[in-house]
């Protein structure tokens, strides 16, 4: 191949390059859907906390227990749902790889040697005879001068199809915004997965309250039992009472049963959450940590926590990015209707003999380029258009149903971590008053001044209020759980001078 060839290919090169980076696009200017968002949780306005120290903070550490930690950290490690989320992470990217690879040519090698024989007869028939009189001469060589001919081939062919409508770009677009929303699935996962293993870990130690007291109020049953027992013998309680006592042994021993299968439940789910393999699931058991009622109570939000706060909710990223990439498609989706314009050229050698394949004299080279213009497709175009259209529909819908989820989310975890801090401060005040009524209900009755009855149903008012504020408390610190994963992770207070 010449200098002047050369030259020539690469100012076309770069004349096509430029074309292809000037090129148009026919993908709509991306609007965000209209909304009525509020500005503020609540009237006033508090300083939203700065990027640099970020808001997606280890929340899970606010609970101040060494054993959550280490649970969660096992989950975000080992479980098979984020597995499954960082594989889909990788695939996502390596479509944007296919796509992106479409900027540039085609190039691909190829070889051929050959060696034939044939006659001056062989070569008439060649030239005009019928199929079946080639056959036939074949089969039977025709006396005449023989020849042979030797061809070997070495070359480069290159192909490259110019983007001057914008197809390739778009779609490249398109694929990552993919990638970004695959990621921002990633993040979701492990929010969602954090999440789970805190708040399966609550309930844990929730069932084993509720576990604890159940056996101690078995204990206590039954060792009441027992006195009943003997004081009906010797006839100073009747029968009734006696059968009220029994009685009030099996309803607690149904309550340490049923604790038991919860408990039972709970710690199999948080090994699941953790990754362990199937002999752990089905014969171990997660350590235990803090008692139910001795970790922190849950942190309040924020007054007038600014609502663009919600925008790292990793669903509503990946909803927008969805949205975005669904207007790229319909930019590649109308780049169908314009011609299309590449370039092939081919670089090679080519020879009868092999010892002059890479003599100068058989080097062998071209460049061409065609246009394709579609005429009729039968609506296959406008079609494929119509349903990117219809599917950017459909990623706007979505986008809006995730950003009203979210301000639900919001809603409802707030009420619940406000209206379960009083419900936890009025059980905790009913089951001191119920634990002094039961011991002034037991001292009249063991001084003749009450009825057996009036100290069966202090004690069981009692014992389901216990039971109460053990699942209770699990809720209100499960409510911090929910308003983190609300937001899409933690938040950092702000200082008092800031508010």
């Not at 078995?218 to 009734?240: C, F, H, N, Q």
């Not at 925008?311 to 780049?335: C, N, Q, S, W, Y």
């Not at 394949?357 to 065609?370: D, E, H, I, V």
Request: one cysteine or more.
């Amino acid at each position: 191949m010449t200098t002047t060839a050369f030259q020539r290919a690469g100012a076309a090169l770069c004349l096509a390059a430029g074309l292809t980076l000037s090129g148009c696009s026919f993908a709509p200017d991306y609007q965000r859907p209209e909304m009525d968002i509020p500005e503020n949780w609540s009237g006033a306005p508090c300083r939203l906390p700065t990027a640099e120290k970020g808001l997606e903070v280890q929340w899970w550490k606010r609970f101040h227990d060494p054993v959550l930690d280490r649970l969660v950290e096992e989950a975000l490690l080992h479980n098979q749902n984020l597995a499954e989320a960082v594989a889909a992470v990788d695939q996502a990217r390596a479509y944007l790889g296919m796509a992106q690879s479409r900027y540039f040519p085609t190039i691909a090698g190829s070889g051929q040697a050959g060696r034939a024989r044939y006659t001056d007869e062989d070569t008439a028939y060649w030239a005009g005879a019928g199929l079946s009189q080639l056959l036939t001469g074949l089969g039977t060589p025709a006396e005449g001068t023989d020849r042979v001919n030797s061809q070997v081939t070495l070359a480069l062919q290159a192909a490259w199809e110019i983007d001057l409508w914008g197809k390739v770009r778009n779609t490249s677009a398109a694929m990552r915004e993919q990638v970004l929303a695959s990621e921002a699935g990633q993040r979701g996962m492990m929010l969602s997965l954090a999440g789970q293993t805190a708040s399966a870990y609550i309930s844990l130690r929730s069932y084993d309250a509720q576990l604890a007291i159940a056996r101690r109020t078995l204990a206590s049953r039954e060792e009441a039992a027992k006195i009943y027992s003997s004081r009906y013998k010797v006839g100073v309680i009747s029968e009734l009472d006696y059968m009220r006592a029994l009685t009030e042994v099996d309803t607690v021993r149904a309550s340490l049963y049923t604790a038991q299968y919860q408990v039972s439940m709970a710690e199999s789910a948080l090994m699941v959450l953790t990754g362990r393999s199937p002999r752990d699931i089905f014969e171990a058991a997660p350590e235990r940590g803090l008692e139910i009622d001795a970790m922190p109570d849950a942190p309040q939000l924020p007054v007038g926590l600014p609502s663009d706060l919600l925008e790292r909710r990793p669903d509503l990223v990946a909803a927008e990015a969805m949205l975005k990439a669904a207007d790229f498609r319909i930019g590649a989706a109308r780049a169908a209707w314009f011609p299309s314009i590449s370039l092939t050229g081919q670089l090679g050698t080519q020879s009868t003999e092999l010892e002059q394949l890479f003599n100068q004299t058989s080097k062998l080279w071209g460049f061409a380029g065609n246009i394709s213009l579609p005429i009729l497709t039968f609506g296959r175009i406008s079609s494929n258009v119509k349903a990117s259209e219809a599917a950017r529909r459909q990623a706007a819908a979505a986008y809006v149903l995730a950003v009203q989820k979210a301000f639900r989310d919001v809603r409802d975890a707030l009420a619940v971590q406000d209206r379960t801090a009083h419900v936890v401060n009025a059980l905790e005040s009913a089951v001191n008053r119920l634990r002094t009524a039961t011991r002034l209900a037991r001292l009249r009755y063991d001084n003749g001044y009450a009825s057996y009855m009036d100290v069966l149903d202090a004690e069981r008012s009692l014992f389901g209020a216990e039971i109460q504020l053990a699942g209770v408390r699990a809720a209100h610190l499960s409510s911090i759980i929910h308003v983190c994963m609300a937001l899409g992770g933690g938040w950092e207070e702000a200082a008092a001078s800031g508010s």
